[in-house]
């Protein structure tokens, strides 16, 4: 069974200051890669996709994520946080020639970031 | 705006009595999904339709059922809940698969949170 790792459960940081959230997901074949945020009291939304193409992929409010296939990896980066960034942060997987739609997350990342 | 639309947003039933959450959507999207998402835990693909074809998890267990009548509405049956299944309930839908390998972005409601007691 393929799974989604999400080493941080809770990253507290003040703001201005760098963000890298870890992913790493087990499954030797073509993955399709996701990162979603939920803000409090609010749903899941997407941040951004990989699907295929280049590797660093941007996405919505200055993120941007990485996908390394040697190491089976898609972190989370932004360069500088700001307060509304608070949040929790799911990566997501789907293994192509799955199950359609069957997408795998990680249990989360709250991410606090003070003002 | 409102996209997916999951109602209640809180449910409280009793433990074996049977409930039923909903969930609409406007996007006319082909696949609805109900993930399950205990606390602290990641959400769980229950089930999903593609259009009318049921596609259900090999380890949902049967207390939980659902039903789309049309494209707009999914329903999630949890015929006995127990305590076990209090949880928060996303509904997704996404609107194709260019392939059966190609997973589309999928769009969640705001879940509903359902306690037993």
């Known amino acids: 069974a393929q799974s989604v790792s999400q080493h941080n459960h809770h990253v507290i940081l003040s703001e201005a200051a760098s963000l890298e959230l870890g992913c790493n997901y087990s499954?030797?074949?073509?993955?399709?890669l996701f990162w979603y945020v939920q803000y409090p009291g609010q749903h899941l939304q997407l941040l951004l996709k990989y699907f295929s193409g280049d590797p660093l992929v941007k996405g919505i409010k200055g993120f941007e994520a990485e996908f390394i296939k040697s190491k089976f990896s898609f972190n989370l980066r932004k360069p500088s946080v700001q307060w509304s960034d608070t949040a929790e942060y799911f990566c997501a997987v789907n293994a192509r020639g799955s199950t359609l739609g069957r997408l795998y997350f990680g249990r989360g990342t709250q991410l606090t970031v003070w003002p | 705006d409102a996209m997916v639309i999951q109602n209640p947003r809180y449910q409280v039933t009793q433990f074996g009595k049977p409930v039923t959450l909903s969930c609409s959507q406007t996007l006319n999207h082909n696949v609805m999904y109900w993930y399950q998402q205990k606390s602290s835990q990641a959400p769980k693909l229950l089930f999903h339709y593609y259009d009318k074809d049921f596609n259900n998890e090999a380890d949902t267990p049967d207390n939980f059922q659902s039903r789309r009548p049309n494209t707009s509405f999914c329903f999630l049956d949890i015929r006995s809940p127990g305590l076990g299944d209090a949880a928060m309930y996303l509904c997704?839908?996404?609107?194709?698969?260019?392939?059966?390998?190609?997973?589309?972005?999928?769009?969640f409601g705001p879940g509903t949170r359902l306690t037993v007691l």
């Open positions: 997704a839908t996404s609107r194709d698969a260019i392939d059966r390998g190609l997973t589309d972005t999928q769009y």
């Open positions: 499954y030797g074949g073509t993955v399709n």
